[in-house]
């Protein structure tokens, strides 16, 4: 996994010294509370400041109070537990010039909310708990390469009230290691992955020194953003948020997640009994790895409940060869697979519970698990779907490992005809149930379903809202019914004339299976729908009704595309007067939706043209993005070559080709008359 961009235009080159480090504070070493009353950084020196380094390298025991001033002396007192305060005048940002020191003393209590004026809670509708504002912000310095804020090895750590981005790594010969906002691991790793000689901290060995740290809690932070709460612009973005290398039972609540190039929470070697509770995650995965949570190593006994996932470029939950069982719960995914056409979670491994969840507006299916490598007993139940560009349930077929496999899956699977199904296909191939009828006659407001499944299984009914063709969205969960020793079924359930239902069934050994064809119920009668208002708010009250459409129809002049110079995808002054003009329209009219599509002239290879058109596409989206466009309003899709304007070769046919589209849909009632515009074309 590597991460990485360049930052500014100077490098400034840096190695932790491993080995000058213990791995924890030395035994008897007393604890201090240290308040830090400057903002800036660089040289440990006895001085009037105490900054953030002196004060973690007073709490680690490396750095003797008596080496300090007078001044900075009286800021530091003996305390039950290692506790960093803030009492921060003036410029509260602090700037790092180098990695810090990592946090090595137990217990150690880094408080971003002691710094006067923290607060007041955020009042933004998309918080799933309210996240008092932060005042104390950790981020790189101009021009330095610091890939992480803080590092964590010791047991017991919390950090609390901060504000955290601006940490990524430069390109270079060989990869760096991970960068992120906050790592926790056994022992500071390099920066440079492939300097000889490093002590191997990817090892874990069951030795003191290298103990994975337990229970650390990451609470009430804003990463990835400023306190101003807005995208930080390219330079200063983050590549990941929290990296779980190496910890036990970590703790991740309350957090607002977002503007992260890659995952906001990433796990490594093992992440067991970690728990991620209440999380604010939007707009994360715009550059990197496109997925809120991307669970790999020993995940163990982790949890995943009560946090909102939205707006983010890929799956709200991915998981690659993990190892162990987790639970996800309770959450709100929405609104995700802004860049990758992926499930909204995806699933490897076994014995993982997906249930209680709203999963909806995902270009691809709910819960898709993988057949590849072997995956089974996974329950998913009790969650409500809608808007799905595929099944609820997707159960990977056949071993398919090809890269849709491990995105999508694939679609409806065929009855099981065969034991070898067992060992192919995800969830041991267990059937999706089958009504007996297409349609079942209505009696008042009763309806008696029966069909088939596997012996054995519980089949859950649900009504389903969307349709497409045969299937549609696990919508509303109904009741459950168990199948006798013949895998057959019956039961009556309340349903109006013209509802539409869906079942799935759970062997507690094999786990869940996709959703049966839909049944209808009586007279099937559809009407039009009117499309969701896209948005990661959570919804407290009813939601307001649709606003009604206008007597007549409102036309807009809306312009349709942006260009771009000869195998470049930054956005020229000329491009930029364009999009603010679309900005104008996009924010008058939030009901609007917008898919932004990169394309190129035909000079270059097939992959590499498609890879551009996906960089352009991204340089728009992510304009609008920073001008406070919400990420869930917006797709990126990438036609490289295959999509010209023009059948010429000169330079202005070129110049034409090289664009970003912007097509519009959810218009009600208005009437959009699109400009092609070429005041910012750029021949070569």
């Not at 000079?603 to 920073?626: F, T």
């Amino acid at each position: 996994m590597h991460v990485s961009k360049l930052v500014g235009t100077a490098t400034l080159a840096f190695t932790l010294p491993l080995m000058a480090y213990p791995a924890h504070a030395e035994p008897g070493t007393t604890p201090y509370s240290v308040i830090v009353n400057s903002a800036n950084d660089g040289a440990v020196r006895p001085d009037d400041e105490l900054t953030l380094r002196e004060a973690i390298e007073v709490v680690n025991g490396t750095l003797p109070v008596t080496a300090l001033s007078t001044a900075e002396q009286a800021r530091v007192t003996p305390a039950a537990s290692p506790t960093i305060n803030f009492s921060l005048a003036g410029d509260t940002t602090i700037a790092l010039v180098e990695p810090l020191p990592p946090i090595m003393a137990a217990g150690t209590l880094i408080d971003g909310a002691s710094q006067p004026g923290y607060g007041p809670l955020s009042t933004t509708d998309t918080m799933v708990t309210p996240v008092p504002t932060p005042v104390v912000a950790l981020t790189a310095a101009t021009g330095a390469e610091v890939l992480r804020g803080l590092t964590i090895i010791a047991d017991e750590v919390t950090v609390r009230g901060l504000s955290m981005y601006g940490f990524s790594a430069n390109h270079r010969s060989t990869q760096t290691t991970p960068p992120a906002n906050i790592f926790i691991t056994h022992l500071p790793p390099p920066v440079d992955a492939g300097l000889p000689n490093t002590p191997d901290w990817q090892e874990l060995r069951p030795d003191e020194d290298s103990d994975a740290p337990v229970g650390v809690v990451i609470e009430d932070n804003w990463l990835g953003m400023s306190p101003s709460g807005q995208m930080p612009p390219p330079e200063q973005m983050s590549a990941l948020g929290v990296f779980v290398f190496n910890g036990l039972d970590t703790v991740i609540q309350r957090n607002r997640i977002e503007f992260h190039e890659g995952s906001g929470i990433i796990t490594g070697a093992q992440a067991i009994g970690m728990n991620v509770t209440e999380n604010t995650m939007r707009t994360n995965g715009i550059a990197g790895i496109p997925d809120g949570i991307r669970l790999d190593g020993n995940i163990d006994g982790a949890e995943i409940y009560g946090n909102l996932m939205c707006g983010i470029d890929g799956s709200g939950v991915f998981m690659f060869k993990p190892q162990g069982s987790a639970r996800i719960y309770n959450n709100d995914i929405r609104f995700n697979g802004r860049r990758f056409r992926r499930a909204a979670i995806y699933l490897m491994g076994n014995g993982h519970e997906v249930t209680d969840n709203v999963i909806q507006h995902q270009p691809g299916p709910g819960v898709a698990i993988a057949s590849y490598p072997r995956s089974e007993g996974n329950i998913i139940r009790n969650n409500t779907f809608a808007a799905l560009d595929g099944l609820s349930v997707d159960l990977g077929f056949n071993d398919n490992s090809g890269i849709q496999d491990f995105q999508r899956k694939d679609g409806p699977n065929p009855p099981r005809n065969s034991n070898l199904r067992r060992r192919d296909t995800a969830n041991a191939g267990i059937n999706a149930p089958e009504f007996d009828d297409y349609v079942f006659p209505v009696s008042g407001d009763q309806v008696t379903l029966s069909g088939i499944a596997d012996p054995g299984t519980t089949v859950d009914i649900y009504k389903v809202v969307d349709r497409q063709g045969y299937y549609g969205a696990l919508n509303e969960y109904v009741t459950t019914v168990a199948t006798d020793e013949t895998g057959s079924f019956n039961v009556s359930v309340d349903a109006a004339d013209g509802a539409l239902l869906s079942a799935i069934a759970t062997d507690e050994i094999y786990g869940t299976s996709e959703p049966s064809a839909i049944a209808a119920v009586g007279n099937l009668t559809e009407g039009p729908t009117t499309p969701a208002m896209p948005s990661c708010e959570i919804a407290q009250d009813p939601p307001e009704p649709a606003p009604e459409l206008p007597p007549d129809p409102v036309i807009l002049r809306i312009p349709r595309n942006i260009h771009f110079a000869l195998d470049r995808s930054d956005i020229s002054a000329e491009s930029a007067a364009i999009m603010d003009e679309i900005i104008t329209v996009l924010q008058e009219y939030p009901f609007i939706t917008v898919e932004l599509q990169g394309h190129t002239d035909p000079r270059a290879s097939n992959a590499y043209n498609q890879a551009l058109g996906e960089r352009r596409a991204l340089a728009a989206r992510n304009y609008l993005l920073q001008q406070g466009i919400a990420p869930e309003r917006m797709r990126i899709r990438s036609f490289g070559e295959t999509q010209r304007v023009s059948t010429g070769t000169s330079r202005i046919d070129y110049a034409r080709d090289r664009r970003t589209e912007f097509i519009f849909t959810d218009t009600r009632g208005l009437d959009i008359i699109y400009e092609n515009l070429e005041t910012d074309l750029q021949p070569e």
